[in-house]
């Protein structure tokens, strides 16, 4: 069946391709059939040849499949090419899997919204820019899909554009991503330059025949892709277009958050783990980032009322702990957080979207209230999806995998044990702020009327990704738990095997310190809330700590200055004139169009005689 694979990434552009060219002349079923079954028929046919990956492994532990050559220049020659290895493959059945749940429920979710098939033009255009970009056996490759997610997501944030706000959002994250993509091209002409070739596994492996550990080209190499990885990930410091992105509809968010964009950067450094053992500097660098992220997230999520920030604030924080794993080199446990992060995330804004669907999206938690008797559906989904967050002990996903996480930071040695203890005070601070929004949200009196009611595409999704939330995790369990390890072993033949705490306490501290976290939040927020004060430290954290000030100060209004103060300037002037030639001469020529037809018989004439004097005299 892997000879499928090149349809798993064109079946969701076909259905791009359908939606964009019917524009205006399919009917709303059609269009959420072609949007929604292009996604789903693509996840059929990753689960099938997964399962083929599975019951018999290829040679090699990967399948190739060239589609054409792309160029061949000076002896670099680069193909179209995919490839699945058990890194991809979790990948592809992510994005495919969870994409077409969210797929489900946006075509509920959207109705009756201006541009419906527009918008799942987009969004299938998403799913398929990043299956290529997780399949794709090159750097080029990858890199066409890297940019075709930040095109989508510049696209989506936007969907709404009548409100400036969103366009406004939509730029920042077109503009701040950017940053990083430059960083990460750089990054790629680097590799291609010195190591002969685009090739991922071609490259990686004469990076370490190649480069010595410690080698500054390794290290110059590994920062640029670093910086790539920053920028799709938000994480420091090029994180603050993450909570201005929640401007997008809510199915936008779970599919950016779950199963698309802010992974990229973690699929980025595991592909290219090779390379990272080979710049230590590089890889203590993604762990102090991740924790650093982590931490400033949390903060940043106790202080936000709007739930969809709380989740984006959540979201940059869980991508603290992937990155804070890879950095110590726990690569397995990086992606299986990732995998179990696409469950919960996508289960929790898909629940959010949810309420405010019932709720005139209304998106305050202040103005919600009493929601568990009013939406029990949604307040059920919410809360398995917070617990996972949370990491609720033995009962659900996320707390296997952040225990992995915590576990290989332990097992790191001294530098590790400073970035455990940055996950464990990260684990009590989610507890406390995704239950903060659970009991002010869910509990206490009602403030806003509930009205309209759901349907088996909005019950359904909800429905899977809650079990998964809950059953996901059984897919690793440590020792203390039976020590399954069919996510370990199936990713052994790409990632070296991550380190695990020989001790069991590691594990009880971080358990209770998410314990205490949802312990404090029942104290402090059980009982009617009301919004909380604004004293300079809570506006200090509802900022999420200034950055937006400071880049606004330090970049953004320079630039600006220097703009206007060149409006005029003399480069402007050549262009003026260019401009004032071409007018003169069109208002002379427009002239000669008397509507004499006498005027312009005459002008035949003289240049018919004129044509053949010219003719006669040569």
Known sequence: MHELLWLVPTLPLLGSVILMLGAGRLSIRAEAAAGALSVGFAAVIAFTIAGGFLLSPPAGAAYEQTLWRWFDVGGLSVTIGLRLDPLSLVMMLVITGVGFLIHLFATEFMEGEEGYGR?????????????????????????????????????????????PANGLAA??????????????LIGLLLIASRLGTLNIAGAMHNAAQSWPAGSPLATLAAFLLLGGAVGKSAQLPLQTWLPDAMAGPT???ALIH???????????????HALFLLAPAAQYTVGGIGAATLLLAGFSALAQNDIKRILAYSTMSQIGYMFLALGVGAWGAAMFHLLTHAFFKALLFLSAGAVTMRLHHEQDIFKM??????????????????????ALPLV?????????ILSGAWADGSSGRVLWAAGVFGAFITGLYIFRAVFIAFFGEAHTEVSGRYGWRVILPLTVLSVLSVLGGLIELPPAFGHVTLLSNLLAP???????????????????????????????YWRPARPPAETPLWRFWHAAAGFDWLYGRLLVRPVLWAA???ADDVIDSVYDAIAWTARTLHEQVRRTQSGRVRFYTAGLAIGSISLIAIAMIR
Do not use: H, Q
């Open 494 to 524: 790409v990632l070296p095997a991550t380190k695990e705490a020989a001790s069991v306490v590691p594990l009880l501290v971080a358990s209770l310190a998410g314990l205490l976290g949802i312990g404090l939040a029942a104290v402090l």
């Open 258 to 272: 779950a199963a698309t964009m802010v992974t990229a950067g973690v699929y980025l450094i595991a592909r290219t």
């Open 369 to 390: 209230g009493g929601l568990a008797r009013r939406l029990p559906v949604a307040f059920w989904s919410f809360l398995i999806g917070s617990a996972a967050l949370a």
């Open 251 to 253: 199915p936008v968010s």
């Open 119 to 163: 918008f799942f033009a987009y969004l299938n255009l998403f799913v398929a820019a990043m299956l290529l970009l997780v399949l794709g056996d090159n750097f080029l490759t990858l890199y066409t899909g890297w940019e075709g997610v930040g095109l989508c997501s510049y696209l989506l944030i936007g969907f709404w554009w009548r409100d």
């Open 171 to 184: 730029r920042k994250a077109f503009i701040v991503t950017r940053i990083g993509d430059t960083a990460l």
């Open 564 to 566: 206007r103060e060149g």
């Open 396 to 404: 659900t996903a996320g707390f296997y995998s952040k225990e992995a």
